[in-house]
């Protein structure tokens, strides 16, 4: 496999928070439909250290719970 050299690009931040605030409404339905969570429960069997259903992943120094926040303003 050839390594491919690193590019740096310097993006503007107004130009990744858009495309952003584009992509976060289409992760959500991804997230919420029955495909989405099949997919993150396979996700969560291969990284036990994540599931906040477990004692592990209390002793991981994983956050337990992530905030959510409301930027739809």
Do not use: C
Request: aromatic share 10%.
């Amino acid at each position: 496999m050839t390594k491919r050299p690193k590019i740096d690009v310097a993006l503007p931040e107004e130009l990744l928070n858009s495309f952003a605030k584009a992509l976060v409404p289409e992760i959500r339905a991804f997230y919420d439909s029955d495909e989405g969570k099949a997919y993150f429960e396979k996700w969560l069997a291969r990284h036990p250290e994540y599931d906040e259903r477990t004692p592990d992943a209390l002793a991981s120094g994983v956050p337990v719970s992530v905030q959510s926040t409301s930027h739809d303003k």
